[in-house]
């Protein structure tokens, strides 16, 4: 099964592109490819089965952002570490 999700924010590049999606089972694991259109750069990640289509597809285009040098937004700051006397 291949395509693209609109309502997924996985389903664009921040740069625009648009990202490709090709989802294939094997045994019980599912071998995710997230192409981005533009550059035909392809990446390939094996997930279980159990995990939702969302974390698929946003594992696949972590991995391609990484490939392709685009910088992730960083996370959102956590409680700082408590001082201990």
């Known amino acids: 099964m291949a395509g693209?999700?609109?309502n997924?924010?996985?389903?664009?590049h921040p740069s625009g592109h648009r990202v490709l999606f090709?989802?294939?089972q094997l045994g019980q694991q599912m071998r995710v490819a997230a192409i981005d259109e533009a550059t035909g750069?392809?990446?390939v990640?094996?997930?279980?089965?159990t995990a939702t289509r969302f974390q698929m597809q946003s594992l696949a285009l972590g991995k391609l952002?990484?490939?392709?040098?685009v910088e992730e937004p960083p996370p959102p700051?956590?409680?700082?570490?408590a001082k201990y006397a």
């Open 77 to 81: 700051p956590g409680p700082k570490p």
């Open 22 to 24: 090709e989802f294939t």
């Open 4 to 6: 693209r999700d609109d």
């Open 41 to 43: 750069t392809e990446v």
């Open 8 to 12: 997924s924010p996985a389903g664009q």
């Open 45 to 49: 990640v094996i997930t279980p089965l």
């Open 65 to 69: 952002r990484r490939k392709l040098g």
